[in-house]
């Protein structure tokens, strides 16, 4: 089965780029960029990667991303990400950011997408993976600031697919951005949003209903809602979901737990990512390989997850046709 997932052509679409922050990177950058952060060596690193939920985790988030200040940085870090992309046969990419957790600190919104972009770019023509942007609004900031960053968004229009929301689900629920959300639609943004992973089965549909988005980050709690799970495969509703992810941080209490293999036997575009593959302690092949050893799944299912990501993805459909 290794050998089948790693030569399997593969689509990730649930990705956040400060999430494959590797500890080695961690480290030159802060000392390239005369970051303190209160770790020495790469084993200091692993061992503050103790959180078991989200909340944690964010804090922990937050802090090491603070060594990434310039655009060569976040090219840096992206093109990494891409070079593990190509070891893993992964063809097409849909990568998030949060720009707050930028610029807050005092990092110019362009050298984040600049970088991000030129790295973008170059894996286009020299490793040959599509890709596509997103630009996340972390739901623990204000509405307010949330339509800031889509002020300072608009010059990269033509470099951003889609918005996104992310960070912790509890407390913030999706009608808190259904105004930024509007102005991001009418503004010809495609929308995607966090909902049912730390946070309540309402969540995923109100991110349907009021944010109107084209896909699910997570959606994993709606198991809850026997009605909701009908909708999802009649409408053929994509859901992106992250397995390791899901166990680090508690969602499911074990991989054998997950209901992923449920979802797909049920129909569900249920697709296979890592999210933040630095922190939850994998890429996409390891992903794909703790969901078959969980579970009795064929190679015939796994293969279902990336052509379920084919549909599910912001190729256009000359493109989707190339990739199936
Ligand atoms: N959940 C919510 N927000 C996030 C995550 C996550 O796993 N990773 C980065 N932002
Ligand atoms: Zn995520």
Redesign the pocket.
């Known amino acids: 089965m290794e050998g089948f997932i790693r030569a399997l052509p593969k689509i990730e679409l649930h990705l ?1 780029i400060e ?1 494959t922050l590797e500890p080695e990177m961690m480290l030159e950058l802060a000392k390239r960029n005369q970051v303190s952060i209160p770790y020495q060596t790469i084993t200091d690193v692993h061992a503050a990667y103790a959180f078991s939920d ?1 909340s944690a985790f964010y804090a922990l ?1 937050g802090l090491g991303v603070s060594v990434l200040k310039t655009e060569q940085d976040f090219y840096d870090l992206t093109w990494a990400y891409l070079k593990r992309c190509k070891e893993e046969h992964v063809l097409h990419t849909e990568i998030s950011f ?1 720009p707050q957790l930028h610029t807050r600190r005092g990092v110019e919104f362009g050298a984040v997408v600049n970088g991000i972009c030129r790295a973008l770019q170059e894996g286009c023509s020299t490793l040959e993976i599509t890709s596509r942007l997103i630009m996340c609004f972390q739901r623990d900031l204000s509405q307010e600031e949330a339509l800031e960053t889509l002020q300072q968004t608009m010059p990269y229009k033509d470099s951003i697919i889609a918005v996104g929301l ?3 689900e509890v407390g913030n629920p999706p009608e808190k951005f259904a105004q930024v959300f509007e102005k991001a639609r009418q503004a010809g943004f495609l929308t995607v949003a ?1 909902a049912g ?1 730390d946070g309540p089965v309402d969540n995923i549909w109100h991110v349907l209903g009021k944010l109107q988005v084209a896909r699910i980050d997570h959606g994993v709690r709606c198991t809850d809602d026997e009605k909701l799970v009908e909708h999802l495969v009649a409408a053929q509703i994509p859901l992106t979901v ?1 397995p390791l ?1 899901n166990v680090r ?1 508690g969602v499911f209490a074990a991989m054998d737990e997950h209901n992923i293999a449920d979802l797909l036997e049920r129909g569900v575009c249920v697709t296979i990512n890592s ?2 593959p630095a922190f939850f302690g994998g890429y996409m092949v390891d992903n794909f390989m703790a969901v078959a050893n969980a579970f009795k799944l064929s190679k015939k299912d796994m293969a279902r997850f990336s052509s379920n990501a084919i549909e599910a993805s912001f190729l256009t459909s000359d493109e989707k046709e190339a990739l199936h």
Do not use: F, T
């Open positions: 956040h999430g989200l988030y949060d992310d960070s912790s966090h992973e992250c992810s941080l999210d933040d």
